[in-house]
């Protein structure tokens, strides 16, 4: 599973990095650091959480 971020929709709510801190990582103003996020097996429910959670759908799943 890898999760596409798009920062231009970040708007710094850090709920992404609430549900999941080891995985959605913030910079210092609380907007989620650049780049597609791959997840580890066995962090796919966290890692959907959080990007579920994102109110600005800046956190895009897929296989
Ligand atoms: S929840 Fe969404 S808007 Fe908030 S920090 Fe995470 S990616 Fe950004």
Redesign the pocket.
Known sequence: MRII?QNA?????????SQAPHI?K?DDE???LPGDIQVAEGEELPASR?AR????R??ELTR
Request: hydrophobic fraction near 35%.
């Open positions: 971020v929709k970040c708007q710094g709510h850090a709920r992404c990095a959605f913030l609380g907007y989620i959080g959670s994102c109110p600005e800046a956190l």
